[in-house]
């Protein structure tokens, strides 16, 4: 779907690259261009307000529908890195991804969170890629020296320019600017700390989360700050997806959270066919982050997925975790607050 198969046509009509650990897109010959098929326009800014270092940074323009593929390309990454860094800006908060493309047919993705309209530093380690959902498995296993192109892609532009996400996300459609500096590939992977009962310890120098519409998260104190300060009624709250059977052979999760003003929170997740559980538990006023344990034996299914599936609740199935402020949504309930959330556990 992403039309990488015009990689190959390209290639000859491209100059030869060197090797290179940093591209600072000083120069005009740095590499990037829009993906064949998707619109919009590549350029240098000299704009200081849009630079991250050095005297120019990259600007790419374009126009958000849905359904409608909007990405820049890079050809043939050096194949000895093992980790990605580089300094990102979007003129507003958005899920983007990078995307890595095999000849095999394998593509990999890493999704991550832009709070908007200031620069974030990513670091993103080739074991933080995904398998893509629509891609077929060939051997499971993502090889740098067979891949074709790397991709940033506007997540959020592509899926979410709804009417129907509207609602949840805010209106997605749109001229859309984003701008990358000081792209580097690493020979070594940042060290993290084996965490294997985590879902997210929030190690990362980026959020896998997103945010739905009039939420802002942000990485703060070893945690996902999450923040919102409007009237009833609006749905405040963060998801992220999950790897296939990330949750097999669990009981239920536990998320680590302190939350400012009391509420109740809820927990929803959303399995591979269309089915969608929901829990409840109090927090509020905590001196620290606390841990808060929801059992899958607590969750019940909403009335809108109801005949989507077997109506059971299958842990290996689960492909989205949503946390939202489920108080917010009762007229006289706080709807200003700020969460830390500091690890989100798999409980055996």
Do not use: C
Request: hydrophobic share 45%.
């Amino acid at each position: 779907m992403y039309r990488w198969a015009a990689f190959g046509l390209l290639i000859s009509a491209l100059w030869a690259q060197e090797p290179k650990s940093r591209i600072d897109f000083e120069s005009q010959q740095h590499g990037w261009f829009v993906l064949p098929g998707a619109n919009g326009k590549v350029e240098l800014t000299e704009n200081p307000n849009d630079v991250k270092a050095g005297k120019r940074a990259l600007r790419y323009t374009y126009t958000a529908a849905a359904g409608k593929l909007n990405a820049i390309i890079y050809l043939e990454p050096e194949s000895w890195a093992q980790a990605f860094r580089f300094w990102i800006k979007a003129d507003r908060p958005a899920l983007f991804a990078l995307s890595l493309q095999e000849e095999s047919g394998e593509r990999w993705h890493a999704p991550f969170w832009i709070s908007g309209n200031e620069w974030q530093q990513v670091t993103i380690a080739l074991s933080d890629f995904l398998l893509a959902e629509d891609t077929k498995p060939v051997n499971n296993k993502l090889d740098l020296d067979d891949v074709q192109g790397m991709g940033l892609i506007d997540v959020s532009a592509m899926f979410l320019a709804t009417p129907e996400a509207a609602i949840l996300f805010g209106d997605q459609t749109g001229t859309r600017m984003m701008w990358l500096d000081e792209f580097e590939f690493l020979s070594q992977a940042p060290a993290r700390r084996a965490a294997p009962n985590f879902l997210d310890d929030f190690q990362r120098d980026y959020l896998v989360w997103m945010a739905t519409a009039n939420t802002t998260l942000k990485r703060e104190a070893g945690g996902m700050r999450v923040a919102y300060n409007l009237p009833f009624p609006y749905i405040f709250g963060a998801l992220r997806m999950l790897e296939p059977n990330a949750l097999r052979e669990t009981t239920g999760i536990e998320v680590v959270v302190q939350v400012k003003t009391p509420t109740t929170l809820a927990v929803f997740v959303e399995e591979s066919d269309g089915e969608r559980w929901q829990a409840t538990f109090e927090a509020g006023g905590e001196s620290k982050p606390e841990p808060k344990r929801i059992l899958w034996s607590q969750f019940t299914i909403t009335d809108d997925t109801k005949g989507k599936g077997d109506g059971k609740l299958e842990p290996a199935k689960i492909k989205l975790l949503s946390l939202v402020d489920w108080g917010a949504l009762n007229e006289g309930g706080p709807s200003v607050n700020t969460w830390l959330v500091q690890a989100v556990r798999k409980l055996k």
